[in-house]
């Protein structure tokens, strides 16, 4: 059974960074595609950035210069290191695959910015 654990999440003010980290437990991690997606409160969720198995790394324009995904395929872990968070960043964030496995989501971690 697939877990998800996202972790890292808090309260920062606008212009600071945040790491988000993400246990994985899911087989043949090294060669899953894995991404980060949020949730803004009254919005659908929506996709932040994609790691493919190679390494190679997409990311939605609303987040392009600032945040960096990454991964170990040691620990079966994704991380999302935020900088330069603004308000509109304010979400729950989710790990999962790419595309994301149905049903199977972990409690996220809530990102909030304010000052």
């Known amino acids: 059974q697939v877990q998800l654990v996202e972790s890292g999440g808090g309260l920062v003010q606008p212009g600071g960074s945040l790491r988000l980290s993400c246990a994985a437990s899911i087989s043949a991690f090294a060669i899953t595609s894995m991404a980060w997606y949020r949730r803004a409160p009254g919005k659908q969720r929506e996709l932040v950035a994609i790691?493919?198995?190679?390494?190679?790394?997409h990311y939605a324009d609303s987040v392009k210069g600032r945040f960096t995904i990454s991964r170990d395929n040691v620990k079966n872990a994704v991380y999302l290191q935020m900088n330069s968070l603004k308000p509109e960043d304010t979400a729950v964030y989710y790990c999962?695959?790419?595309?994301?496995?149905?049903?199977?989501w972990g409690q996220g971690t809530q990102v909030t910015v304010s000052s």
């Open positions: 999962n695959t790419a595309p994301p496995l149905v049903n199977t």
């Open positions: 790691i493919i198995r190679g390494g190679s790394t």
